[in-house]
């Protein structure tokens, strides 16, 4: 059995903040994005150095509450990132490797 390789992203953000529902998180990865729901996301890749960046558009911000990273990714590796929103939708995301 061959195992995945590649990045899974979560997506977390606080039950009171219900609004973030209804918006769709965007994972960039080496400059391309991909809009989704913030469930979690498998995003398969090469093997080697990613860099990767999480945020969604909010009212008039494109980019709100933007986090990133870099990871290196191994052959048959999946490295877990989890997004968290901040409480301030004016601050910094948190984009933190937790497997």
Not at 1 to 10: D, E, P
Not at 33 to 39: D, K, P, T, V
Not at 58 to 72: E, I, M
């Amino acid at each position: 059995m061959s195992t995945r390789t590649g990045i899974a992203v979560q997506g977390r953000h606080n039950p009171m903040q219900f609004f973030l529902f209804f918006v769709r998180l965007t994972i960039e990865i080496d400059g391309k994005a991909q809009s989704g729901s913030w469930r979690d996301r498998f995003v398969p890749l090469t093997p080697g150095s990613h860099t990767v960046d999480v945020y969604f558009r909010y009212l008039f911000k494109a980019r709100c509450c933007p986090a990133g990273t870099t990871v290196q990714v191994a052959a048959g590796q999946t490295v877990t990132l989890q997004y968290r929103t901040p409480q301030l939708m004016t601050s910094a995301g948190r984009l933190e490797v937790v497997g």
